[in-house]
């Protein structure tokens, strides 16, 4: 089965940096896109930041986070990275990596999470 993996997430203070990773594990035959999400207590989860996987790069994001995070993506490790500079004490949440991947011999395609991983912004 396949597997989506966080990592970076900690606490920072207000203007700090973090650099988030996902790896994808698995039988994995493609993955069209990848993206990353966020939950902030009380509130649904929302879409932050995604990347296409072709050579374009297509590259797009919540207009709160435009202009301070970064995402992008090493296709030979199928990975994503989410770099955060200027962090804002509302963009604490916890982060989840989703990826829509094709298995290995199966003509469909599914969604599949990451088990999420924790940012904190405060002072």
């Known amino acids: 089965q396949v597997q989506l993996v966080e990592s970076g997430g900690g606490l920072v203070q207000p203007g700090g940096s973090l650099r988030l990773s996902c790896a994808a594990s698995g039988a994995i035959s493609s993955i069209t896109a990848m993206r990353w999400y966020r939950e902030a207590p009380g509130k649904e989860r929302e879409f932050v930041a995604g990347?296409?996987?072709?050579?374009?790069?297509?590259?797009n994001y919540l207009d709160s986070v435009e202009g301070r995070f970064a995402i992008s993506r090493d296709s030979a490790k199928n990975m994503v990275y989410l770099q955060m500079d200027g962090l804002k004490p509302e963009d604490t949440a916890v982060y989840y990596c989703?990826?829509?991947?094709?298995?290995?011999?199966?003509?469909?395609?599914?969604?599949?999470w990451g088990q999420g991983t924790q940012v904190t912004v405060s002072s």
């Open positions: 990347i296409s996987t072709d050579s374009n790069s297509q590259r």
């Open positions: 989703n990826a829509h991947i094709q298995i290995l011999h199966s003509i469909r395609a599914y969604n599949y």
